[in-house]
């Protein structure tokens, strides 16, 4: 079946540690997108990648890193310098060809600070 | 500064009932505008769709109504179905910046029995 596949479902992080979550897609979508969800709020736009090699910041880059060499994955990097990394995390990917195509989205990470 | 604003936190609705979720946005360069249902723990599934261009698009027991000129979107379901007990988040794309989609904080609508 083809999906976006997000991998571990729950992780859990000590301070001062960096940690990596997984996202792979196998729909051949050429963007990709890395957003958070605090309780009680929208969905917010962390980094995106429109092709292999490239990614963009979004509204809320500081303290995450990214990566894309290769098509169908996209990790995330929570790094130290992120004040406030506990919250839920979702990647998306969808189609660039063609006019306004829907993003769809993995089921998530949650990330938690011990 | 929010750009996508969902003011009722939740609905409840009689099973059977129309569903009418709302949505007002205040970037006038939004050119596309989606419907996601999400269920606890999990990520967003994509409902319906809406561009610019257009006042409707129905998809079944789903419809996205575009008024511009007031910056406002509904979304009906009808009938409701317990089903569709969920939070219901209103996107929009294309309002300038990053090529990411601007979410609403998001409904939760109950239906009842």
């Known amino acids: 079946d083809g999906g976006i596949t997000q991998s571990p479902k729950y992780l859990f992080r000590k301070e001062g540690q960096n940690v990596t979550l997984s996202c792979e897609q196998n729909?051949?979508?050429?963007?990709m997108y890395w957003y958070r969800q605090d309780p009680g709020q929208g969905l917010r736009l962390i980094y995106y990648s429109q092709i292999v090699n490239d990614f963009q910041k979004g509204d809320i880059a500081e303290g995450y890193s990214v990566s894309r060499e290769k098509k169908e994955s996209f990790p995330l990097t929570v790094t130290s310098a992120q004040k406030n990394p506990t919250a839920f995390y979702l990647c998306?990917?969808?189609?660039?060809?063609?006019?306004?195509?829907?993003?769809?989205f993995g089921d998530g990470t949650r990330l938690s600070i011990l | 500064d929010q750009q996508v604003k969902q003011n009722s936190p939740s609905l409840s609705v009689q099973e059977g009932r129309i569903s009418i979720l709302n949505c007002d946005y205040t970037n006038s360069m939004f050119d596309y505008f989606l419907w996601y249902k999400k269920y606890p723990a999990e990520g967003p599934t994509f409902l319906i769709s809406i561009s610019s261009i257009k006042d409707k698009n129905e998809d079944g027991r789903f419809t996205v109504f575009l008024n511009k000129s007031a910056k406002h979107l509904s979304l009906h379901i009808v009938p409701s179905q317990p089903g569709d007990s969920a939070v219901y988040f209103c996107a929009a794309l294309g309002g300038g910046g990053a090529d990411g989609l601007t979410f609403g904080k998001g409904t939760h609508l109950i239906i009842q029995p």
């Open positions: 729909l051949n979508h050429d963007a």
């Open positions: 998306a990917s969808k189609e660039v060809e063609g006019v306004n195509q829907p993003q769809h």
